[in-house]
């Protein structure tokens, strides 16, 4: 493990966690990358009056924001709630989305600073929010895009409410503007009450590598928002990569980030030279997080090794300027006719893989249910069921148990019920990607 980060600057490190060992013929070698951030409170204070940070909040105010009432009520409250805690300097703005975006505060296509005095007039602002239109959530994203591309600030962030689905956009017209948005900021997304698709609100959130979850009842969103704001304040270091060296023969099979939660980070990689490439991880404060890393490598005999990928976090530097590397760590293979040492599954590797399957199952067994395949739907959340209880996963087991009825959590023996609340089924299927760290022993 190295660490290259300058004494002011948030720490970064990296743990690799590993079975080394490939048996003769072994090909597949499996890692899980630990990356801390740490330290980053000093560098919070360093950067806070230079703006490190800009911020756009985009409210769905379509009609069926109004029904109930308590909807609109709460998003207004919501935002003022975040508008509350932006630390003092930070830019920002805030949206109202129908099948148009417009800006509520400040207006003229421009950002705020925030200060006690536009945030007294933000709130203000916001007392004039109503519901009325449609939904075209790619209008909201595009004109953040705009306001967010005229800051110099390194932490850009999105905020996104909405009660409904996408239905006044073609689809194609969000995935386009998503895959502009990618890399340019990160936006947290919250589906609130039960009548928005859910995989359009964790697909945004996916794409720009941000949160995403569910607020049944509109009376928790200023808890919700603020705690999201709170969370946008702690990022003191933007766009960082990890970037995967291979040597020649060595191919990448997967890069995923398997904690906090799930997301398949393979086919957004950047090439960034020989044998290189980058994959995004967003914005950091003090934080962990954890990557399953899977190559393949080139047959070899018994009692030879090689480094089998280095697996780097870099800081993409100044215009013309080579990136700043932050941390290290090293994957490694040796080939053994030691049957113990290469059979031997790394704890690390069996947790996520196993965290992973969880939040498949989850999906694939939500799918199998909405379409009356009682039997594959059984299959598939009992063998969730099980997963979750042997991980320790006890809040996705609190959820499948609202789903289905368990009767034997260790072998994965359950029954659906008859009737699922439309939250509680939601819900579990918005949270099915957020994993449990390794059991410390």
Same mark, same amino acid.
């Given at each position: 493990m190295?660490?290259f980060a300058?004494?002011s600057?948030p720490?970064?490190?990296?743990?690799v966690?590993?079975n080394?060992?490939?048996?003769? @013929?072994?090909r597949d070698v499996?890692?899980?990358?630990?990356?801390?951030?740490?330290g @980053?409170? +000093?560098a919070?204070?360093?950067v806070?009056?230079?703006g490190?940070?800009a911020v756009?909040?985009?409210?769905d105010?379509?009609?069926?924001?109004?029904?109930p009432?308590d909807?609109?009520r709460?998003?207004?409250?919501a935002?003022a709630?975040?508008?509350?805690?932006l630390r003092?300097g930070?830019?920002?703005?805030v949206i109202?989305?129908t099948?148009v975006?417009k800006e509520?505060?400040?207006?003229?296509?421009r950002?705020?600073?925030?200060d006690?005095?536009? =945030?007294?007039?933000a709130?203000?602002a916001?007392?004039?929010l109503?519901?009325?239109?449609g939904?075209a959530i790619?209008?909201?994203?595009?004109?953040t895009?705009g306001?967010?591309r005229?800051s110099?600030?390194?932490?850009?962030?999105g905020?996104?409410?909405?009660?409904?689905?996408?239905?006044?956009?073609d689809?194609?017209?969000l995935r386009?503007?998503?895959?502009a948005?990618?890399?340019?900021?990160?936006?947290d997304a919250?589906?609130?009450?039960?009548?928005w698709?859910v995989?359009e609100?964790?697909?945004?959130?996916?794409?720009?590598?941000?949160?995403?979850?569910i607020?049944?009842?509109?009376a928790?969103l200023?808890?919700?928002?603020?705690?999201?704001?709170e969370?946008?304040?702690g990022?003191?270091?933007?766009?960082?990569?990890?970037?995967?060296?291979?040597?020649?023969?060595?191919?990448?099979?997967?890069?995923?980030?398997?904690?906090?939660?799930?997301q398949?980070?393979?086919? =957004?990689r950047?090439e960034a030279?020989p044998?290189?490439?980058?994959?995004? +991880?967003?914005?950091?404060?003090?934080e962990s997080?954890?990557?399953?890393?899977?190559?393949r490598?080139?047959?070899?005999?018994v009692?030879?090794?090689?480094?089998?990928?280095?697996?780097?976090l870099v800081?993409?530097?100044?215009a013309?300027e080579p990136?700043?590397?932050?941390?290290?760590?090293?994957v490694?293979a040796?080939?053994t006719?030691d049957?113990?040492?290469s059979?031997?599954?790394n704890?690390h590797?069996?947790?996520?893989?196993?965290?992973a399957?969880l939040?498949?199952?989850?999906?694939?067994? !939500?799918?199998a249910?909405k !379409? @009356?395949?009682?039997?594959?739907?059984?299959a598939? !959340?009992g063998r969730a069921v099980?997963?979750?209880s042997?991980?320790?996963?006890?809040?996705?087991?609190?959820?499948?148990?609202?789903?289905v009825?368990?009767?034997?959590?260790?072998?994965?023996t359950?029954r659906l019920?008859?009737?699922?609340?439309d939250?509680?089924?939601?819900?579990?299927e918005?949270?099915s990607?957020?994993t449990?760290?390794v059991?410390? +022993?």
């Open positions: 190295a660490n300058k004494p600057a720490r970064f490190s990296v743990e966690y590993q080394e060992f490939l048996p003769e @013929g072994g499996h890692a899980i990358v630990t990356v801390t951030s740490t @980053g409170a +000093t919070t204070r360093a806070a009056a230079q490190p940070a756009v909040i985009m409210v105010c379509s009609g069926s924001m109004e029904y009432p909807k609109m709460g998003a207004r409250e935002t709630a975040a508008v509350d805690t003092d930070t830019s920002f703005a109202a989305g099948h975006a509520v505060y400040p207006g003229q296509g950002l705020a600073v925030a006690p005095v536009t =945030r007294a007039q709130k203000e916001l007392r004039g109503s519901s009325g239109g939904t790619g209008t909201w994203l595009r004109l895009d306001l967010l005229q110099p600030a390194a932490i850009r962030h905020i996104l409410l909405t009660d409904g689905r996408n239905e006044h956009e689809p194609a017209v386009a503007t998503l895959d948005c990618a890399g340019r900021f990160t936006c919250r589906g609130v009450g039960t009548d698709e995989k609100v964790t697909g945004i959130a996916d794409a720009l590598l941000g949160s995403a979850n607020v049944a009842d509109p928790h200023a808890e919700d928002f603020t705690r999201m704001m969370n946008v304040m990022k003191e270091v933007a766009d960082v990569a990890l970037r995967l060296w291979t040597p020649v023969g060595v191919e990448i099979q997967y890069v995923k980030q398997v904690a906090p939660t799930v398949d980070l393979t086919a =957004r950047v030279g044998r290189a490439g980058d994959y995004p +991880t967003g914005s950091w404060g003090d997080r954890e990557y399953h890393v899977c190559v490598v080139p047959n070899a005999a009692g030879q090794e090689m480094l089998a990928a280095r697996a780097t800081l993409p530097g100044p013309g990136p700043t590397p932050l941390a290290q760590g090293l490694r040796v080939w006719n049957l113990a040492a059979t031997a599954i704890p590797v069996a947790h996520y893989t196993g965290q399957e939040a498949q199952a989850i999906q694939q067994g !939500l799918e249910r !379409l @009356g395949d009682v039997d594959g739907a059984t598939k !959340l099980q997963l979750a042997a991980s320790g996963n006890s809040d996705t087991a609190k959820l499948l148990a609202k789903v009825d368990v009767v034997d959590a260790v072998n994965g359950v019920k008859a009737k699922v609340a939250a509680d089924e939601m819900t579990l918005t949270r990607t957020q449990v760290r059991k410390k +022993t």
